[in-house]
């Protein structure tokens, strides 16, 4: 069975602050994939990134970043410098290489405050 | 390129109506997937095909769900005699597999990303 936790609940921050998200997960299969989603007020998840299970370099995308420690089954997601249109909830995500169904964390709502 | 798109967005029922939505994936796209995700939750997985089959299902597909997906293009998930615990945000993805050569290996699917729709949003009174 996988599972995902996403221990923080809620964040707030003031604009301009970074926060991180925390991921951690748990499998038994040595090849899967990672992922996050951003669900704005709107409903749509938003496809955010993907990553492979023997990738284990981190990756900056303008303001966001994650760092994947495979040693501690951990996938955490930074946004530096935040933005209002970043509040929305933020979802990490797993599927394993020969499965069909992403196992979601229960999420992580992020308010940014002017 | 258009995105996943869902139909309705909102369906307010009574309970015992039955409802059905319906979910567009993305053209080249040969997997479609629902979801089910509830106030404060993560999505939970209900089912998914790959072209016309439908190839697994979720526990949480109880015998009034009932999912389509005739000529592999657009899907319908009807829900029958609807009831409270069935408000939910009904999410639609789909996804491109494609097998390919691992050489000695034999082949494999790849796993590609799934792109969810707008989703509906079903509230039963």
């Known amino acids: 069975a996988q599972k995902v936790t996403q221990a923080q609940t809620e964040i707030s921050v003031v604009e301009k602050e970074d926060v991180t998200l925390d991921c951690v997960y748990e499998?038994?299969?040595?090849?899967?994939?990672l992922f996050w989603y951003k669900q704005p007020p709107s409903g749509e998840l938003v496809f955010l990134i993907r990553r492979n299970s023997f990738d284990e370099q981190n990756e900056i995308s303008g303001r966001y970043s994650w760092n994947f420690q495979k040693s501690t089954s951990s996938f955490n997601f930074t946004i530096t410098a935040s933005q209002v249109v970043d509040s929305a909830v933020y979802f990490c995500?797993?599927?394993?290489?020969?499965?069909?169904?992403?196992?979601f964390g229960g999420g992580t709502r992020v308010l940014v405050k002017p | 390129d258009t995105g996943v798109s869902q139909d309705p967005r909102h369906k307010i029922t009574k309970r015992g109506q039955n409802v059905t939505f319906r979910c567009d994936p993305i053209s080249e796209h040969n997997r479609l997937y629902w979801y089910r995700q509830t106030l404060g939750q993560g999505p939970e997985f209900l089912t998914y095909?790959?072209?016309?089959?439908?190839?697994?299902k979720s526990r949480l597909l109880s015998d009034r769900f009932s999912a389509e997906r005739p000529k592999g293009s657009f899907s319908t998930l009807e829900i029958q005699r609807t009831e409270q615990g069935d408000s939910a945000m009904y999410l639609c993805?789909?996804?491109?597999?494609?097998?390919?050569?691992?050489?000695?290996?034999?082949?494999?699917?790849?796993?590609?990303?799934?792109?969810f729709g707008p989703g509906t949003r079903l509230l039963v009174l």
């Open positions: 095909f790959q072209n016309e089959a439908q190839l697994e």
């Open positions: 995500a797993l599927i394993k290489a020969a499965g069909n169904k992403l196992t």
């Open positions: 499998t038994r299969d040595t090849t899967y994939y």
């Open positions: 993805a789909s996804s491109l597999a494609a097998r390919f050569d691992r050489g000695a290996s034999g082949t494999a699917i790849s796993q590609e990303t799934q792109y």
